[in-house]
């Protein structure tokens, strides 16, 4: 009995204890929340729900259990992950990038660097302990590993000021989800990946991450973005001027790269299940919708072939997309994230890209009752629109991502089947950077 989808009763626990947040606490704050016109007013209402699934352990469970996590693991943080979707993925958004941000600085920093910043992420009384993870910028963020110096890739600059121990960070940085906090003064602590060497391409030690905590001078925060999904979720336009931090804050200098590979693997199979969550209430609601609507005919419209074969393809679609993540999650689980990410990335496609054409059938079967905003259709579609776009894009950073490990000449195609680790190389990053029209 090697392959067994049994949860086990922690798993089991898990999962009932997210779904009794999603469908009690999270529903009906978001759902409200969902409906404010302005980002932060949305954001800014998800707070309650917020402070609850803090004290729940879904906002720092996955940190290590020596920085006063739970160890939580990744197929445990997808079961959950997927019951939070049902509700609501613009808030699930928020609980993950703390992930994002946060788990680098265990990955690469020093011991004293995580105990410094991780420790505090769960010690708050307050339970209102934001992390951004600043990646993203309006220039563009899909050629990150770009061989080419400055200004292909990152833009964002860190230049070293040797005689007082600085780096001074100067740029901007656009749709970083948490960063600006609930009060737009700042996340307790930004994860900002910066060019500390201009001469440098992305993927030729250019890049570093960098700790900035929140009232750090020099760092301002706009208006959030104005999105037609994850609305729940704050994206954030961060401006840096003459910024300056502690060169202790700095860590993986010369690998920024890394930072960024490794964060989104480990992302891959959460975001690929949050698209699963969403097309599994789309699902849900449209079959009792089938079962009772006639469409002025004299059955219920399930009783009419074409409904018939569409929902069996949603449902066959969503079954194979949530595997897909689970597989991918116990794969990264046992194999250490290595690889950086050839089955994340796949799992994050397949399910997102599939999920977002299921919501689209829900939509087809119910028919124009679907665009009434008083039914909740075209939620589902919005949100589930941004799954192929967000999270490190499918087609500028996570295909070429798998690409670049597939490409490698010891790439073992049975490695994921046989469950044996994909050590991560420097060369696998960069493919597709610089197109040749050959
Ligand atoms: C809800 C939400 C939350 C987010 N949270 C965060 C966050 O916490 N932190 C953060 O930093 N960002 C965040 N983002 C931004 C997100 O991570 C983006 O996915 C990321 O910036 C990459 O976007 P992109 O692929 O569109 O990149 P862009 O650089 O804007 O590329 C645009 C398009 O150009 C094409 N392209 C460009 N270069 C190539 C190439 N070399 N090969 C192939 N195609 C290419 C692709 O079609 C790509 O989709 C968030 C976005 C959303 C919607």
Redesign the pocket.
């Given at each position: 009995m090697a392959i067994d989808f049994t949860l086990t009763s922690e798993q089991k626990d898990v999962q009932r204890t997210a779904r009794d947040f999603a469908q009690n606490t999270l529903k009906p704050i978001a759902e409200k929340a969902d409906r404010h016109k302005d980002a932060q007013e949305c954001f800014l209402a998800s707070k309650p729900a917020y402070e609850e699934a803090y004290k729940l352990g879904f906002a720092t469970g996955f940190l290590p259990s020596k920085y006063g996590g739970a160890d939580i693991d990744l197929a445990t943080f997808v079961i959950a992950a997927e019951e939070i979707c049902t509700a609501d993925p613009?808030f699930a958004?928020t609980l993950l990038?703390n992930g994002?941000?946060l788990m680098p600085i265990v990955w690469f920093g020093s011991e004293a660097q995580a105990e410094k910043w991780v420790l505090p992420a769960t010690q708050d009384p307050k339970c209102e302990y934001l992390a951004?993870?600043?990646?993203?910028?309006p220039?563009?963020?899909?050629?990150y590993d770009?061989p080419g110096p400055h200004p292909a890739g990152v833009s964002v600059t860190a230049k070293l000021d040797k005689a007082n121990g600085e780096y001074v960070i100067n740029g901007t940085?656009y749709?970083?989800?948490?960063?600006g906090g609930w009060d737009l003064k700042g996340a307790n602590v930004n994860m900002v990946?910066v060019r500390v060497d201009s001469s440098k391409g992305g993927a030729e030690g250019g890049l570093a991450g960098m700790i900035v905590p929140r009232g750090t001078p020099g760092m301002t925060f706009k208006a959030p973005i104005e999105?037609v999904?994850?609305r729940l979720?704050q994206?954030n336009w961060i401006e840096f001027e003459n910024c300056r931090v502690p060169v202790e804050n700095a860590f993986a200098v010369g690998e920024g790269d890394s930072i960024i590979s490794k964060a989104?693997t480990w992302s891959g199979p959460i975001a690929g299940i949050a698209s699963v969550g969403v097309a599994r209430a789309a699902y849900e609601w449209t079959l009792e919708w089938a079962k009772n609507y006639t469409g002025g005919g004299s059955v219920p419209i399930i009783e009419h072939q074409s409904v018939g074969y569409m929902l069996t393809e949603i449902a066959m679609n969503i079954e194979a997309a949530r595997y897909m993540c689970w597989k991918s999650a116990h794969y990264l689980d046992n194999c250490g994230l290595e690889g950086h990410g050839g089955t994340g990335a796949m799992a994050k496609i397949f399910a997102g890209e599939l999920m977002m054409k299921t919501v689209w059938k829900c939509m087809q079967v119910v028919g124009v009752n679907s665009l009434d905003l008083n039914n909740p259709l075209e939620k589902y579609m919005r949100e589930a629109l941004?799954f192929p776009?967000?999270?490190?894009?499918?087609?500028?950073?996570q295909?070429?991502k798998l690409w670049g490990v597939m490409a490698d000449k010891d790439f073992n195609p049975r490695a994921y089947t046989d469950n044996e680790a994909i050590p991560f190389k420097r060369s696998m990053q960069g493919y597709?950077?610089v197109?040749s029209r050959g």
């Open positions: 613009g958004a990038v994002l941000a951004g993870y600043a990646v993203s910028e220039g563009g963020t899909a050629n770009h940085k749709w970083p989800t948490n960063s990946t999105s999904g994850h979720d994206n989104f941004v776009l967000y999270d490190a894009g499918n087609m500028g950073m295909r070429r597709g950077t197109p």
